[in-house]
């Protein structure tokens, strides 16, 4: 139901955010952490951390100050508007 509700690729995000709301509640209902509502009994998780689209030196930097704070994965984007006003490739 919540397709119909929130159609399509631009509420991607709202249905996600919606979903976890509901097992989370679910969970708290049953009075067991969300995680061992999956079977998990994990107390960590890896995650990443994104490297935005900049100057090619602040790219570096934040990557450089992102390891250093133990992200051990980058995700970086690419692509953007290049110094003369076109694309960048």
């Known amino acids: 139901r919540l397709g119909v509700a929130l159609p399509g690729a631009a509420y991607a995000s709202s249905r996600a955010g919606v979903e976890c709301a509901l097992l989370d509640a679910l969970a708290k209902h049953k009075g067991i952490p969300l995680r061992e509502a999956f079977g998990g009994k994990a107390t960590s998780l890896r995650t990443d951390i994104t490297v935005p689209i900049c100057a ?17 994965m980058l995700k970086t984007k690419t692509g953007g508007r290049a110094r003369g006003g076109g694309i960048a490739s």
């Open 56 to 72: 090619p030196e602040l790219a570096q930097s934040l990557a450089e100050d992102y390891a250093r704070r133990g992200f051990g």
